[in-house]
């Protein structure tokens, strides 16, 4: 996957000279979505939330800016999943249909019991098929009744906007519109993303919702790339954000939490955290570490119907080891180390 330059690292730490690097900037603003304020941070989304990169991006800035934050991240991303219910026939080879968030979502709430939920979905709602007004609606209703059900359980919530979809790795595997099957993805895909990127948007506009734009953003990086290169991608499948993909995703809540203007204008997460903290990458790779364990042991805990995910250990005993892996974050940041 071709990336462009990141932001050459003397200019990027004289930005940084300046800041109070191990203090959560003032500029958070005191409401229900502060994650300073919060116990248990709760991720929600498709395959591309439960890799957990953009997670860990997320979790870091936050244990690196502020060592002695207290909430616990707890990723329940689930590949395949949605928020509308629905399926494309023959999904996974007809092996399973999508996984509806809607069926463990009560479970997860009950048991995770989170004072903040960040949730991420759309890339799969539209089941990669042209825009319908079925479809949009019943992704519409889903985002709703999620917002309400997080509501009712006494947590805040923060959307993220779904990432993009690239038809540019998939030329040849692509459908045009007008069909009235998509076996393959429909080429203009990510038209119907946007209109989900929309409708997101006008909720905080209208209802006050906590919305981040990932979408646009996306969108505009890539085309910004391609000027310099043709053939740039962030997704090597169209889909699944690479490395650079996750980081965009991570950095627009990290700039909605207040984070500084320099650290998000990076396009290196590896700079942002050397930046940060000399052992950085030490602590990427623990936060990495601890969060699949979690995910995994959560995820059997509450319970889902998508098959082939893996059985994680029981939630005592993975609770025990993430235990320990914290203190090992702690010593990792403890002044003189």
């Not at 996974?92 to 009950?110: C, S, T, V, Y």
């Amino acid at each position: 996957m071709k990336t462009t330059p990141s932001l050459p690292r003397r200019r990027f730490l004289r930005q940084l000279a300046a800041l109070p690097l191990l203090a959560l900037p003032a500029c958070i603003a005191p409401n229900a979505a502060n994650p300073r304020r919060a116990k248990t941070i709760l991720f929600l989304g498709d395959s591309i939330t439960w890799a957990g990169t953009w997670v860990v991006h997320v979790e870091c800035w936050l244990r690196l800016a502020e060592p002695t934050l207290q909430a616990e991240v707890i990723n329940l991303g689930l590949p395949s999943e949605t928020v509308s219910g629905l399926s494309e026939p023959g999904h996974a080879g007809g092996a399973f249909p999508r996984p509806d968030l809607h069926e463990r979502l009560g479970r997860a709430l009950e048991k995770v019991r989170p004072d903040l939920v960040v949730a991420c979905y759309g890339m799969n709602d539209g089941i990669y098929h042209p825009w319908s007004e079925e479809r949009g609606q019943r992704h519409f209703d889903g985002l709703q009744r999620l917002h309400d059900a997080v509501a009712a359980a006494g947590a805040a919530i923060v959307h993220l906007t779904p990432p993009v979809f690239d038809p540019l790795p998939l030329a040849g595997r692509t459908l045009p519109g007008g069909r009235d099957a998509y076996p393959q993805p429909y080429e203009g895909y990510d038209d119907v993303l946007a209109r989900f990127d929309a409708w997101l948007i006008q909720q905080g506009q209208r209802k006050g919702w906590k919305v981040i734009p990932v979408h646009q953003p996306m969108r505009e990086f890539i085309a910004q790339a391609r000027q310099a290169d043709p053939k740039f991608v962030l997704a090597g499948d169209g889909v699944h954000p690479g490395p650079l993909g996750h980081w965009l995703m991570a950095r627009q809540l990290i700039r909605h939490w207040g984070g500084a203007d320099a650290l998000v204008r990076s396009d290196s997460p590896d700079a942002v955290v050397a930046a940060l903290q000399p052992k950085g990458p030490a602590m990427v790779a623990l936060v990495t570490r601890r969060q699949n364990l979690l995910r995994d042991a959560w995820l059997s805990h509450v319970g889902h119907k998508r098959p082939g995910m893996a059985t994680g250990m029981p939630l005592e005993q993975a609770q025990a080891e993430a235990a320990r892996l914290k203190v090992e974050m702690a010593a990792l940041l403890a002044p003189g180390r």
